[in-house]
């Protein structure tokens, strides 16, 4: 902390706002793998992918690259 101190007030903000933005790109990344997860298991089901996409939010080749994976 004492480092931080001794940076200009710019350069102090943008380290302070570190931490936060690593968090949400975490808990974005997480949603994402949550959202695949969701596509993968609606693909199994046989449901149609305009569908997986309404439900999921990722688009069509998305779906279509998961569904490769099957």
């Known amino acids: 902390m004492e480092e931080i101190k001794q940076l200009d007030k710019d350069e102090a903000e943008q380290v302070l706002k570190l931490p936060n ?10 949603e994402l793998e949550a959202q695949k997860k969701i596509a993968l298991n609606l693909l199994k089901e046989g449901l149609p992918i305009e569908l997986i996409s309404r439900a999921t939010n990722l688009d069509y080749a998305e779906i279509e690259e998961l569904r490769g994976r099957l």
């Open 21 to 30: 933005s690593w968090r949400e790109k975490g808990i974005q990344e997480g």
